[in-house]
Structures are given as C-alpha cells and as structure tokens.
C-alpha cells in the first residue's frame, strides 16, 4: 500500500554527507548519561547509523491533519533526539489519516536490543521494518547476513531496503505478516518485535531456538499491556514483563488503513458510578491489562470532550470525566452487553489488595495451544489469570 503524503525536498536533504557524526554521537551520550546504553557494541552501531537516512521525513500532528516535516534544521534536530516520530500514515475508509509505521525512541530500541542480550553470531528477526533504522543497528552489530526484517507494508520494506543499501547493509527483508515470523530460516536466537500484538504467535516459538529469546509488546485490548520477554523452552514461551510500560503500533493483518475505532456510545445512555481511579496513570494500565482476562478486548481507548472511552469488541463501553470533582469522585457512566467497568473494579481491587504490583512482577506463559497464563512472581504463584484466547 502506497503510504499517504510525500517526502519533501530541503535544503538539508538526506544525504549520508549531511554533518549527522556530532549528533549521533551526543545522542549516544544522551542515552549513556540516562542509564539506557550501556553496551559499547550497541554504542558504536547507534554512533556509526545516520539516522535521518532511515527518517527522511517525518509527519507532525497539526489541528485536524498531519504535516510532513523534512530537510529542515528542525527536521534534523528531532530526528537525532530521544524521539519517536510518525513515519507513514494511511487513509481510514471513513477518510481520518492515521499513523501505520512509525520510528520509535532511540532509547526504547536500545533498551529492547540490550534487554534481548544479543551477542555476536547470533541470528536475529525483527517483526516491523518500519524505516529500517533498527535493522541498520542489528546489521551494524551483526552482519546483515545475520538479520531478517519482516514488515507488512511493501513500499514501507522496499524503503527500508534501500537505505540500507546506500550503507552497505543487506539483511534478508520480507514483506508479509510477521504473525507467521519468516519461515524457511534457519532457527533464531532472538526475535524482537516493533509492533503491539493482541496474542503471542506460536509460530516465532517454532521458529526460536530452545533458550532463544522473543521480546514483543503484548496488548491484550487497546493500551492494555507492555513489553514482555519470553524464553523458548521446548513446551512453552516463558518470561517476565519488563519493568516500564512501553507501547507500539498494532499489528494490522493487511498492507491497507486500519479499520476506524468504533465510536463511543452517548454518555446518558449509561448506568452511572463514581470512582477516585484515574484511569490515565501509568500505574493503572496493569490492572486495566488484568481486566482483560474478565472483559472482552478494548478496541479503542480514547477521548472525546472531557471523558476519557473505552469501546470493546462486543459494543460494550466506558466513558470516564477526566476531571474529578472536589471530593476527588470522577464520573463514570457505563453500558453495551459487559458492565466493563464493574469488572475492571474487581480486578482493581484485588490488585490495590496485593500491593499495587508493577510490571515487572507480573509474568506470562503461552503454550502451543494458544493459552496465554500471566502470573505475578511465580508462574506456580497463588495468582494466574488466564487470557481469553484470541
Ligand atoms: C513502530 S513501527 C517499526 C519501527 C521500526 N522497527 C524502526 O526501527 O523504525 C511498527 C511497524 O510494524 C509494522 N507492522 C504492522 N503490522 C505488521 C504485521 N502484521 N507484520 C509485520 N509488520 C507489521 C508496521 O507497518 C510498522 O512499520
């Protein structure tokens, strides 16, 4: 699918000769100052990979639409910050633009390449080509002979492949649904993942070796999940959450838009209750995940005025005021098949029981036959949830 918009000529334009050295070096620093890089294999591939090649442009969101940005200074400076920036966006069938690939934060790719303990000779496949800045890193640490890159979008690979061409990089790229991992390979030692997934695939444990490693962003609904690691055991995928939150892009199933978010319903069709959860804190998107074994998935989280929405699969939904009232209550009005709302409150209310756990202490196991387990510390603990299949 060709992507909306164009890459726009400036007087910077994108060529390796622009003086990017300097700053991919203090961005280099940045992370290392921050904690974030600490391997000096990973330091040099970040220092060696210009990545406004991989970001020619990038897309800003303005009042009702998207706006390229590129070959300015401003372009350039972001494009060697600590940022993600929105890469392709795609038209919806209803006529709404939205984002379909985008270049994520330096420091939450370094994170994910150094929590996946990648070391020399290992094989690596990427799920989510995007620009192909990261394949770049993995093709600078590694050799391209030893990294695959799989993206949906076909313009968004052929890109891809030939920026890291113009650096001498050739990694094995494949346009298809990286759900299926890229079959016909030899076994992988790593697979990391750049898109959000609503269930771990069984295919990228068949295409693991035993005690490889997958790390990828497992959102059971809208928003609700995080990153977690598996290891590759010969009966299961096995591993913890990582300590901070960090959301993709979902997986789309076809090289087109998105289908559009379903509405959110009228709020005064609702049953109406009061809470002190402020649903937006980051704490809170643990037992929102949790929820998901009780509620059916979220599709769409959002805002429309002064509530923040929820709309699940089945039409059911949850409107919450943003802003509490001087008693510190905030409005929530429910309604649709599944009092969502009440559910998520029995999952709260455990989870406020046990501590407020954060991420890290919860873990997950999947199995061949789909079955998803998260458990909090111990995958024989007191606690297991199990998610719905998919
Ligand atoms: C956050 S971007 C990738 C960032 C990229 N790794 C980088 O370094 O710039 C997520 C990518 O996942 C891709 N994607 C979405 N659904 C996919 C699917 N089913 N299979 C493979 N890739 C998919 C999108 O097209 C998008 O390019």
Not at 168 to 173: A, K, S
């Amino acid at each position: 699918m060709e992507a909306e918009g164009t890459d726009l000529e400036g007087p910077l334009m994108t060529t390796t000769a622009l003086p990017w050295d300097a700053r991919a070096r203090d961005l280099a620093d940045r992370l290392t100052k921050d904690g974030v890089l600490r391997d000096p294999a990973w330091r040099t591939a970040l220092e060696a990979t210009p990545r406004h090649v991989f970001v020619p442009s990038f897309y800003r969101r303005e009042p009702g639409c998207w706006v390229a940005v590129a070959g300015t200074e401003d372009w350039l400076d972001t494009v060697y910050s600590d940022s993600a920036v929105v890469t392709a966006i795609a038209r919806m069938p209803n006529g709404e633009q939205v984002p379909i690939s985008s270049a994520s934060e330096p420091s939450l790719m370094v994170r994910m390449l150094e929590t996946l303990d990648i070391r020399d000779g290992h094989r690596v496949l990427e799920v989510g080509t995007g620009t192909g800045y990261n394949t770049a890193l993995l093709s600078r640490r590694l050799g391209g002979d030893h990294v695959y890159s799989i993206d949906i979008g076909a313009d968004l690979v052929e890109s891809a492949r030939e920026r890291l061409a113009t650096l001498g990089h050739h990694p094995t790229l494949t346009v298809g649904h990286g759900a299926q991992g890229v079959v016909g390979q030899a076994l992988f030692d790593r697979i990391l993942v750049t898109c959000a997934v609503p269930a771990i695939p069984w295919a990228w444990a068949d295409q693991l070796k035993i005690n490889g490693l997958v790390l990828a962003d497992l959102e059971a609904g809208s928003g609700a999940g995080s990153l977690v690691l598996l290891r590759r055991y010969p009966d299961r995928l096995e591993g913890r959450f990582l300590p901070d939150w960090a959301s993709f892009v979902p997986m789309r199933d076809a090289d087109t838009a998105p289908e559009p978010p379903p509405r959110p319903s009228r709020v005064d069709e609702g049953a109406i209750c009061w809470t002190d959860i402020d649903p937006t804190l980051p704490e809170e998107r643990v037992p929102y995940f949790l929820a998901h074994t009780l509620i059916p998935p979220v599709l769409a989280m959002g805002e429309r005025d002064e509530w923040i929405t929820f709309t699940a699969r089945d039409g059911s939904w949850v409107e919450v005021r943003r802003e509490p009232e001087a008693d510190g209550q905030r409005m929530v009005c429910q309604g649709g098949p599944v009092r969502v709302w009440d559910r998520f409150l029995r999952t709260h209310r455990l989870w406020a029981a046990l501590g407020r756990p954060g991420w890290d202490r919860f873990g997950l196991t999947v199995t061949a036959d789909g079955y998803h387990r998260v458990w909090l510390d111990d995958p024989d603990g007191d606690f297991r949830w199990t998610l719905p299949p998919h």
